[in-house]
């Protein structure tokens, strides 16, 4: 807990522990109200931003290679979907993804790394936006350059509202999981596949309203995706991810079909697994 952050960012982000050490030592003391930072003072948030998490590497202006998709004002700051996409020309050369919520208390909101089964054209999921703010979508090739993107949200309150589920029900569904699937694909087909897990994703920042004590953090630090034994990929997250924790994300099926095996972890070390089937149409 004590990770200093010149210690965070002298590793790689491999798991949940830098999260906790940037949240630490930026989200500590967040800017005033949204209305009154101006875009000097965003600018420089990102700066401070981008030396933690990528230390003296540029972020290139990755326009034309990497989208990010989120609403301009949230319906719900603690549901915000989110979706990003990576061009062809970059597509075979990505090895991670990075989601950053610049005005979060934990700003490193999610990093999605791909695996060799992997068709790393979209990723998408729904997080907690916590005031006014940029999201930066950034890109790491396999050789180290960063291409990034950015777009501003309008929300409020998203890390600390209330949990929209009863504890005691949320806590009976723990770990189960469902996932979205064609009834029949075809193979070497671009398939897109959505992931639900059933987990609080707690913040700690968050009251139960019949007790007004804060409820602890519990939160799922993260997701493999398998098919047939080789990774599809993997998503480090944090509790900027939104209660419930969907994943959406694409790859191709083989002829014969085989099996998405999804491995969870969360803060608490519980550990979830779960396996469907992939049916592959006849001929295909």
């Keep these: 807990m004590g990770m200093s952050l010149a210690a965070s960012t002298a590793r790689p ?13 930026l989200g500590a003391a967040p800017f005033e109200a949204a209305a009154e930072v101006g875009e000097a003072e965003r600018a420089a948030r990102w700066e401070e ?5 990528f230390g003296e590497r540029a972020v290139e202006d990755g326009a034309g290679l990497v989208t990010i998709e989120a609403p301009s004002r949230a319906e719900d700051a603690a549901v915000v979907p989110i979706r990003i996409g990576i061009d062809e020309k970059l597509r075979g050369d990505i090895d991670a993804l990075y989601l950053v919520i610049d005005e979060n208390p934990s700003p490193l909101a999610a990093r999605f790394s ?3 089964a992997a068709d790393p054209r979209v990723v998408a999921t729904r997080v907690r936006v916590d005031d ?3 999201l930066h979508a950034v890109a790491e090739t396999k050789d180290g350059r960063l291409y990034g993107v950015a777009r501003f949200i309008k929300a409020s309150g998203g890390c600390s509202a209330p949990a929209s589920k009863d504890q005691a029900l949320a806590q009976a569904r723990l770990g189960k999981m469902k996932m979205r699937l064609p009834e029949r694909v075809e193979a070497q087909k671009r398939t897109e596949a959505q992931l639900l897990v059933s987990h609080p994703n707690s913040s700690g920042m968050q009251m139960d309203q019949l007790t007004r004590n804060y409820v602890p953090a519990d939160f799922v630090r993260r997701i493999r995706v398998s098919y047939n034994g080789t990774d599809v990929l993997t998503l480090e997250s ?3 991810i939104s209660e419930d924790p969907s994943l959406a994300f694409t790859f191709l099926p083989r002829a014969g079909g085989g099996e998405l ?3 969870v972890d969360d803060s608490s070390n519980r550990h979830f697994e779960q ?6 149409a006849p001929g295909s």
């Design 13 to 25: 982000v491999r798991h949940a522990l830098f999260f906790l050490a940037l949240s630490m030592a």
């Design 49 to 53: 931003l981008r030396g933690a998490i």
């Design 114 to 116: 791909f695996g060799p």
């Design 132 to 134: 006014y703010t940029y």
């Design 238 to 240: 944090d509790i900027s």
């Design 261 to 263: 095996r999804v491995e």
């Design 275 to 280: 396996s469907w089937k992939v049916r592959v």
